[in-house]
């Protein structure tokens, strides 16, 4: 059989950057595959899809080194509308590619492109969104739409020519876990036509292995390292190396002391056949004593005491939220999009006030404090760093809160280089903003709000949009300012990773409710708090039901386990 | 990258990424003009949306800025409910053109380039620009569209301008001062100890 | 959304909403004419009657549209007639060619003429039929419709999309605006009353700059999912927001035909057949006491720029 993509000694260089940004690729990729594209954030692996679908290099300039056919074309001499022909591209940004109105006209968009006549277009764009389910939603605004319907959107829009290969480019980046799980068997579906090939780039590995893909290729360094099976490649090291983040399952058994050989089906959960060894020894790890994690005796620092909101007087928001967060705790605020988060958060800063009920920090109303008062004590940092650096230079930006407030010249630098040395961004205070990766802007965010020594610390998805690396990053960075100075962490986010390792309490909220105000493990292994709050049941859980255990205890016994190796690490 | 001629840098190079920026300068400008008001009195307000035709001027150059400012009015008279008055509509594209004319003087702010030099001549621009646009253009179209009393007319199209030209010298140009800081192209980025 | 806001992003269930966008682009621009070229209340007040009756078949929320009414009559009306009593008393001879003096104050500086007040008459029915027109054209178009049926009127389709993608970002943008503006006050910056103005305005450039970047920041992605889908590969573009013309269409697009080709004949009759002398027509002048006025005696500039001439 022809291979539909065929890269030969391919090699680029963008105009902007001195060296290359892909090295030898050799790369076959058969119609009807479907294959995952694995690799850290500056891997290559998202230039490796433009170079597929020619933004490489009709909007993206550079030096196209050896060759790269699609479907029979080499790409050099073809144009982006000649490859979109064959070519469908999903981009990660669901919202900046819905540019139209309403979803009817944005799966149109294409075909208005192609001066299709609007009487074979209509039925064309009924046709395509019942393809990905949306066919009730047509005259849909996009305001109106989830981050998962916008994305079915975006797939249907890809349709308007009969593409043969799909690239889904970081497909889970913006959705909740339980849309990423929808989007994940919709790619399965569209999968099953025999015809159509279909290329997923992601760092996400356990959310993309939730329905099987047939290779997976591993990016590294503008490289290809791998390309092997799923199963193979979890067996291998090079997950750690190529900084991937393994199934939590897996890292489950390597604790119990598991070996990877022997088990089949490695890959899915669901179908992995433990060799009898492997099941007891997974069994003995988890039923075996373990230190229990300690509680948070300290005084209360935020207390919501039947605090309700409206916006008009009729409608509730939030109604009647209780509940206590002593100091120095780390609490992960969870819930779908709507479901009351973000105003809670709002409450707290200060930004809207309470209907009914009283907020208090430190035990005191806060209602009396305006709210730059409020925000000397706590600090919002955004989910997009780019929304809040306003200076060039990181060091004015740490300083600018101070310098509002006309604190003295002295004053301002000697708290921010104390500030930029605990955020471990001393070295590069006099660096130009614009001139960091993402993670580390995130940082500055965090350094610029830790200028006015706050209690507390709001974090808004502050793992989003970032890799394994990123993410254990900042992790750390936040992790040591909650035990050296003491501040209370509070994190906004869908992400149970980060629920699991980082945060010691849960606060969830569905529909305006709170829900659940508990520990972690017991949250997570509450079914009906996860059904209600979107929230996906993590393979520990699935785990524990495979191993007929109870699950509370088993995510309790990992995250005791973790706790003591990260303990041990510090004490080393 | 080969220099561009008067031509171009005045109607500006319109690829796809210049549509979607004018586009996204044009709904600043109407998101700014209905909320970006700064408090004077009671009932006056300084509107920040004429340093958007700035930002694209300086971006993407004076043409450009001219469509921005030209739909971003349209736009921010449709969604705020206020009427349509094209008198100030056209007022306001010709303003933006002037304004907007920073690259055509070797203000390359993209490129980080922007200096006192630059500044003043940009003043010298904000100043007659808005000078031509609500001192004769605005006036002659507000008579003949909407048979405005000249006289009236003249005085509030003063009053108009100079608060556009206030809030254009006040915040654009340290605004412009930043963006060319932070567009600066970063070579030998050293750590220090 | 703020309910101040107008716009449909979803066309609504009444006649006029149905009618495709060119329909109503075509009719808002003829209407739109019509009001601008005529200063003849017995044409305005027709034209300010359709826009009035069309509002008003569209059973809208009434709240904005009063509120904004009464916004754009305080501040238009009220306060430029103030003005213009101070500044131009003799705008009714200027514009109606006769003066018949109702009132003069004691110093003899300020009167009030009856053609002064039908010219403020005639311009107030003006600026409501034109004020009435776009509201109108705002409540029953779609952005897409806006986008499409100028389109179709012959303006480029790259300046259309323009349009539609500004509208499909605003809200977001403004969101993000929102968003920057509670953190910047978080931090202390000063946006409100209680800084002084200079600062004020100043320190609405810690506001602006992460707007604009994160809002700029977002070009190269919409771009790029506008390129991979073909846009501006062809000189023209159809539309799907822009269906085939209806039966009521086609009457809709005749009777505005009908109002343009009036518009002309009035025009033409009225400024070359058998011209008035005077810009704007009033039943109680006759046409032979009109007195023609220059511009150097109407607008105060030029008298003083004279006058300094002449010394």
């Known amino acids: 059989m022809e291979p539909i993509i065929s890269f030969k000694n391919f090699g680029f260089k963008y105009k902007t950057q001195s060296s290359p940004t892909l090295f030898d690729i050799n790369l076959d990729i058969y119609p009807g595959q479907k294959v995952l594209i694995l690799g850290a954030s500056g891997s290559g692996k998202s230039t490796l899809c433009n170079c597929i679908n020619g933004l490489i290099p009709f909007s993206f300039e550079g030096e196209i080194t050896g060759s790269l056919t699609v479907a029979g074309k080499e790409t050099k001499k073809s144009s982006i509308f000649e490859l979109s022909k064959d070519v469908g591209t999903v981009l990660q940004d669901s919202d900046a590619q819905f540019v139209g109105l309403s979803v009817g006209e944005d799966i149109a968009f294409a075909m208005e492109n192609i001066c299709m006549p609007r009487s074979e277009m209509a039925p064309l764009v009924m046709k395509n969104a019942s393809l990905v389910g949306m066919q009730d939603f047509i005259d849909h605004v996009p305001f109106e739409l989830s981050g998962g319907q916008k994305q079915k959107v975006a797939i249907a829009g890809v349709f308007a020519n009969d593409v043969r290969v799909l690239i889904f480019d970081e497909p889970l980046a913006a959705l909740d876990p339980q849309m990423g799980m929808t989007a994940v068997s919709l790619i399965d579906d569209l999968a099953k036509d025999d015809e159509r090939t279909i290329l997923i780039i992601e760092h996400r590995l356990e959310d993309v292995l939730y329905r099987p893909v047939d290779r997976i290729i591993l990016m590294g360094g503008g490289r290809i390292v791998a390309d092997m099976t799923p199963d193979d490649l979890l067996k291998s090291t090079l997950l750690k190396e190529h900084g991937i983040r393994e199934p939590l399952y897996i890292t489950a058994m390597k604790y119990a002391g598991c070996s990877l050989e022997g088990n089949r089906n490695l890959c899915s959960l669901e179908d992995l056949e433990f060799s009898p060894e492997n099941e007891n020894k997974l069994k003995t790890f988890f039923t075996s004593d373990y230190k229990p994690l300690p509680e948070n005796q300290n005084e209360p620092i935020i207390e919501f005491d039947h605090v309700s909101f409206s916006y008009d007087g009729k409608q509730k928001v939030l109604s009647d939220i209780d509940f206590t967060i002593r100091k120095g705790e780390r609490i992960a605020i969870i819930g779908k999009n709507g479901a009351g988060k973000s105003t809670a958060a709002k409450l707290l800063c200060g930004l809207i006030r309470p209907s009914e009920g009283e907020i208090r920090l430190g035990g005191k109303d806060i209602h009396p404090l305006t709210v730059k008062e409020i925000g000397e004590r706590v600090s919002y940092v955004m989910q997009n760093p780019n929304q809040m650096l306003v200076k060039d230079i990181i060091k004015d930006e740490v300083g600018l809160a101070l310098q509002i407030r006309g604190r003295s010249a002295e004053e301002i630098k000697n708290t921010t280089e104390k500030v930029l040395k605990a955020c471990n961004l001393f070295k590069m205070r006099n660096w130009p903003v614009d001139a960091i990766s993402y993670g580390q802007k995130k940082r500055v965010t965090v350094a610029s709000m830790m200028a006015l020594e706050p209690e507390i610390l709001v974090l808004d998805e502050p793992t989003a949009g970032q890799d394994f690396r990123s993410y254990t990053d900042i992790m750390n960075f936040v992790n040591a300012l909650n035990q050296e100075y003491g501040i209370t962490i509070l994190f906004i986010t869908h992400d149970m990773h980060l629920a699991i390792e980082n945060t010691e309490r849960a606060i969830v909220f569905a529909d305006g409710q709170l829900i659940a105000a508990d520990r972690v493990c017991s949250v997570l292994a509450n079914e009906q708090v996860i059904a209600r709050a979107s929230l996906k049941q993590t393979s520990l859980y699935r785990l524990a039901l495979k191993l007929q255990l109870d699950p509370e205890s088993t995510i309790e016994r990992f995250i005791s386990y973790e706790a003591e190796l990260k303990g041990g690490e510090i004490d080393e | 990258m080969a220099e561009k001629s008067l031509g171009q840098k005045l109607l500006g190079t319109w690829n796809t990424k210049t549509i979607v920026a004018v586009a996204i300068g044009a709904a600043l400008f109407g998101v700014l003009m209905v909320y970006g008001g700064v408090p004077v009195t009671t009932n006056t307000n300084l509107t920040t949306a004429m340093i958007i035709p700035v930002v694209v001027g300086a971006f993407f150059g004076p043409l450009p800025a001219l469509v921005a400012a030209g739909v971003g009015n349209v736009i921010a008279d449709l969604i705020g409910g206020w009427g349509m008055w094209f008198d100030w509509s056209i007022g306001n594209g010709i303003a933006a053109f002037f304004v907007g004319l920073l690259p055509v003087y070797g203000a390359y702010v993209t490129e980080g380039v922007f200096n006192w030099k630059h500044a003043i001549i940009y003043a010298l621009c904000v100043i007659v620009g808005n000078g031509l646009a609500f001192g004769v253009v605005t006036p002659i179209f507000t008579t003949l569209f909407y048979g405005g009393d000249l006289n009236v007319t003249f005085i509030q199209a003063i009053a108009g301008s100079l608060s556009n030209i206030a809030v254009e010298l006040i915040v654009g140009i340290p605004l412009m001062f930043i963006l060319a800081a932070r567009s600066k192209s970063r070579t030998n980025l050293k750590e220090e100890e | ?311």
């Open chain 3, 1 to 311: 959304m703020n309910n101040r806001f107008v716009i449909n992003y979803t066309p609504g269930p009444t006649f006029l909403h149905q009618l495709s966008g060119f329909t109503k682009v075509f009719l808002f621009i003829v209407v739109t004419v019509a009001i601008i070229a005529t200063y003849d209340v017995r044409i305005l007040w027709p034209l300010c009657i359709i826009s009035i009756a069309e509002i008003v078949s569209m059973k809208p929320n009434w709240k904005p549209i009063i509120f904004m009414f009464l916004f754009t009559f305080f501040t238009v009306t009220i306060i430029g007639n103030i003005m213009l009593f101070v500044v131009s008393p003799d705008a009714g001879l200027n514009n109606v060619g006769t003066e018949t003096i109702l009132w003069t104050s004691a110093s003899g500086r300020f009167y009030i003429s009856k053609e002064w007040l039908w010219y403020i008459y005639v311009v107030w029915v003006k600026r409501t039929a034109s004020f009435a027109s776009v509201m109108a054209f705002a409540l029953m178009t779609t952005p897409s419709e806006f986008a499409s049926g100028l389109n179709k009127c012959g303006l480029p389709y790259k300046v259309c999309t323009i349009i539609s993608l500004a509208y499909r970002t605003i809200p977001d943008i403004a969101n993000d605006f929102v968003d920057i503006r509670n953190s910047m006050m978080m931090r202390g910056v000063e946006l409100g009353k209680k800084a002084p103005l200079g600062k004020r305005l100043k320190n609405h450039v810690t506001l602006l700059v992460p707007l604009i970047m994160s809002s700029f920041g977002k070009v190269g992605n919409i771009a790029n999912a506008m390129d991979l889908r073909g846009y501006g590969k062809n000189k023209k573009r159809t539309w799907y927001a822009e269906h085939e013309p209806t039966k009521y269409d086609r009457i809709v697009r005749g009777i505005t035909i009908a109002l343009g080709i009036a518009t002309i004949v009035y025009i033409l009759w009225a400024r070359i057949i058998d011209p008035w002398p005077a810009k704007i027509w009033a039943p109680f002048v006759d046409k032979s006491a009109i007195q023609q006025i220059s511009l150097e005696e109407s607008f105060f500039l030029f008298r003083w720029l004279k006058g300094l001439f002449n010394k």
